[in-house]
């Protein structure tokens, strides 16, 4: 499934997915929206070394130095089946550590920056917001904790840690995929997307290749990327994946992914 798919149609299949797993747990999933405060104004052209064909721009600079453009649509070169092209990534700051997160989608300028590819970096940043995994009322219900639930119910073997360590264990789901959505993607439970994220080292003097096109500018300054409810269609999306055989395994799940909790 490409992301240049009709996101519309997905979409709708990834809420009714989402309306059936709140049904199925009497309406308890809550997603705590912190959206990241980016009101500022971000010329991509302050950062330009020297434009190349068709319109892209390099701003390629140090790790040190990406801190304004953290929570913006960029591009990185990369290949999509074997051909070279454009990838779109944002910046995202987790636990202090800079990341970044491709998808493996290539940008075409005719084009733009499409509702996928909106969808994939969105969910990217909406999952890395600090009131994602958050302790709120709701408990092993709160989407931060919700999700490990539903990656556990499809993958034994962090099923089986979330039984065994609680929380502890739910903090720590996706760490190495770089994040939940990531995890998801890796287990199978978000169709058609495809994120890679990767921890930056701010030590790292070398360059990161980043470039922008005038497609990725609004009078806003650069995009950030926005996608309503895109951390529902997540969770939607997983339950279609799991099936409800599957998700018989959350209810003996949800209450201990906050076991432990402080």
Same mark, same amino acid.
């Given at each position: 499934?490409?992301?240049?798919?009709?996101?519309?149609?997905?979409?709708?299949?990834?809420?009714?997915?989402?309306? *059936?797993?709140?049904?199925?747990? &009497?309406?308890?999933?809550?997603?705590?929206?912190?959206? =990241?405060?980016?009101?500022?104004?971000?010329?991509?052209?302050?950062?330009?070394?020297?434009?190349?064909? !068709? !319109?892209?721009?390099?701003?390629?600079?140090?790790?040190?130095?990406?801190?304004? @453009?953290?929570?913006?649509?960029?591009?990185?070169? !990369?290949?999509?089946?074997?051909?070279?092209?454009?990838?779109?990534?944002?910046?995202?700051?987790?636990?202090?550590?800079?990341?970044?997160?491709?998808?493996?989608?290539?940008?075409?300028?005719?084009?733009?920056?499409?509702?996928?590819?909106?969808?994939? @970096? /969105?969910?990217?940043?909406?999952?890395?917001?600090?009131?994602?995994?958050?302790?709120?009322?709701? !408990?092993?219900?709160?989407?931060?904790?919700?999700?490990?639930?539903?990656?556990?119910?499809?993958?034994?073997?962090?099923?089986?840690?979330? *039984?065994?360590?609680?929380?502890?264990?739910?903090?720590?789901?996706?760490?190495?995929?770089?994040?939940?959505?990531?995890?998801?993607?890796?287990?199978? @439970?978000?169709?058609?997307?495809?994120?890679?994220?990767?921890?930056? &080292?701010?030590?790292? =003097?070398? =360059?990161?290749? @980043?470039?922008?096109?005038?497609?990725?500018?609004?009078?806003?300054?650069?995009?950030? =990327?926005?996608?309503?409810?895109?951390?529902?269609?997540?969770?939607?999306? /997983?339950?279609?994946?799991?099936?409800?055989?599957?998700?018989? *395994?959350?209810?003996?799940?949800?209450?201990?992914?906050?076991?432990?909790?402080?």
């Amino acid at each position: 499934m490409n992301m240049n798919m009709n996101m519309n149609s997905v979409a709708d299949d990834f809420y009714i997915g989402y309306e *059936k797993l709140q049904t199925r747990f &009497d309406n308890l999933i809550v997603v705590v929206e912190d959206k =990241p405060d980016q009101t500022a104004f971000v010329d991509a052209e302050d950062y330009a070394n020297q434009e190349i064909f !068709g !319109g892209f721009v390099d701003i390629s600079m140090p790790v040190k130095d990406l801190g304004p @453009l953290v929570g913006r649509v960029l591009l990185t070169p !990369g290949k999509f089946n074997g051909v070279d092209s454009f990838c779109p990534v944002v910046l995202t700051r987790v636990s202090g550590k800079l990341q970044i997160t491709r998808m493996n989608q290539p940008f075409d300028p005719e084009f733009g920056i499409t509702e996928g590819i909106m969808f994939g @970096l /969105a969910l990217k940043q909406d999952t890395s917001a600090s009131s994602f995994g958050s302790h709120v009322k709701a !408990g092993g219900y709160e989407a931060g904790h919700f999700a490990p639930v539903l990656i556990g119910a499809a993958n034994d073997v962090i099923g089986e840690s979330i *039984k065994q360590n609680g929380d502890q264990a739910t903090h720590q789901i996706g760490k190495k995929a770089g994040g939940v959505a990531e995890q998801m993607i890796v287990d199978g @439970l978000l169709p058609g997307i495809s994120l890679k994220t990767v921890e930056l &080292d701010m030590k790292n =003097p070398d =360059p990161i290749r @980043l470039f922008w096109h005038p497609k990725l500018e609004s009078e806003d300054g650069l995009i950030v =990327p926005k996608y309503e409810n895109s951390v529902n269609l997540m969770l939607g999306a /997983a339950a279609n994946s799991l099936g409800s055989f599957a998700l018989d *395994k959350v209810g003996g799940l949800v209450n201990d992914a906050v076991r432990g909790s402080h």
